[in-house]
């Protein structure tokens, strides 16, 4: 069983750029989209991103698009997820998390889940 951890949240000015990263333990990662969805206070976890098994293919969601950018690394077991000119409305909870589905952007599709790094971003 995949194991995530994520990493490289923190507060940022709008405008500002961060880099998320997450890290796989366990299972075979390379057979895994993987993706990073994010959860604002008071509201449902949101889909941001998700890159296939082979890092061929993405998809993003529409707030996202031209601002983020998913990666990722086989070799290190690990994704990323560059975020610039970040906005108050991007800030909350971002979790990365596994599919053994083909580019899902809901929830359900997903196995398996890290524990969410913070972001705020302040105006």
């Known amino acids: 069983q995949v194991h995530l951890v994520e990493s490289g949240g923190g507060s940022v000015q709008a405008g500002g750029s961060l880099r998320l990263s997450c890290v796989a333990s366990?299972?075979?990662?390379?057979?895994?989209?993987v993706g990073w969805f994010y959860q604002a206070p008071g509201k449902y976890r949101e889909f941001v991103a998700i890159m296939d098994s082979s890092g061929a293919k993405r998809r993003y969601s529409d707030s996202v698009e031209g601002r983020f950018t998913i990666s990722r690394d086989n070799a290190k077991n690990a994704i990323y997820l560059q975020m610039n000119d970040l906005r108050s409305e991007d800030a909350g909870v971002y979790y990365c998390?596994?599919?053994?589905?083909?580019?899902?952007?809901?929830?359900?599709?997903?196995?398996?889940w890290g524990q969410g790094t913070q972001v705020t971003v302040s105006s």
């Open positions: 366990g299972g075979t990662f390379d057979q895994y989209g």
């Open positions: 998390a596994a599919s053994l589905n083909y580019l899902p952007t809901y929830e359900g599709a997903y196995s398996v």
